[in-house]
């Protein structure tokens, strides 16, 4: 259980256009998204926290109207970067939170979406 | 605000043999601490996890971590590694009441070795 999908897994796009990634949560509902960034070799930066039917919470220095989120279902929360340019090219991660019991604080994660804008 | 260091950034080890990835953190609250692994261009996959009780936790394919409140701590250990366990260790925590945001540290590359 606690399976959470991405789609697309690898990405290719011109420099301006848009793209989207879905985030889906496939035997449970998650109030709580996570999306994350990766670059080579690093950590992950969390970029905003998605909560279903509100607006996400962006973290410091991530660019709202650049990274798109919504979270429009308890099993579905998209990320769309706008405009795209080579500097975005990274490993898109998303991770969803169970509510339940002493699971109430772990993130299970997607598989990842590498996105390459030429 | 709280951190998460992860002492190493790389450990090569050979097969059969034990190894410690170390995991230290600093917060001002209590924190709940897991490790994950990355496989190469995956996801992360949940190790183990300590959110009370007994300090040993043990975790998924053979793998244990021990919680040291007084030296905040949460060293990783594996008795005896294989091939399959190289790949990308990281150690996070999560602040008690903080919106449930995973910290993470830099993560530590294991390479087994035959």
């Known amino acids: 259980g606690a399976v959470v999908s991405q789609h697309p897994s690898w990405v290719i796009c011109k420099s301006g256009t848009s793209v989207k990634i879905e985030c889906r949560s496939l035997d449970f509902q998650a109030t709580t998204m996570f999306w994350y960034r990766q670059f080579p070799k690093q950590s992950l930066m969390l970029m905003a926290t998605s909560n279903e039917g509100s607006k996400a919470t962006y973290e410091q220095g991530v660019e709202k109207d650049k990274f798109l989120i919504n979270h429009a279902s308890l099993t579905l929360s998209t990320l769309t970067v706008t405009s795209a340019h080579p500097e975005d090219s990274s490993f898109y991660i998303c991770?969803?939170?169970?509510?339940?019991?002493?699971?109430?604080?772990?993130?299970?994660f997607g598989p990842g979406t590498r996105l390459t804008v030429t | 605000a709280q951190s998460v260091t992860q002492l190493d950034s790389q450990v090569p080890v050979f097969e059969e043999a034990p190894v410690e990835l170390r995991c230290n953190y600093s917060s001002s609250v209590s924190v709940y601490l897991f490790w994950y692994v990355q496989y190469p261009n995956q996801g992360l996959q949940l190790l183990l996890k300590y959110l009370s009780g007994s300090t040993l936790v043990k975790g998924i394919n053979g793998f244990e971590a021990e919680f040291n409140k007084s030296q905040t701590s949460f060293h990783l250990r594996k008795p005896s590694v294989h091939i399959s366990d190289t790949a990308e260790y990281f150690c996070?925590?999560?602040?008690?009441?903080?919106?449930?945001?995973?910290?993470f540290g830099q993560g530590t590359e294991l390479s087994v070795k035959p």
């Open positions: 991770s969803a939170r169970v509510l339940a019991g002493s699971s109430s604080y772990e993130q299970y």
């Open positions: 996070a925590v999560i602040p008690y009441n903080q919106g449930g945001k995973l910290i």
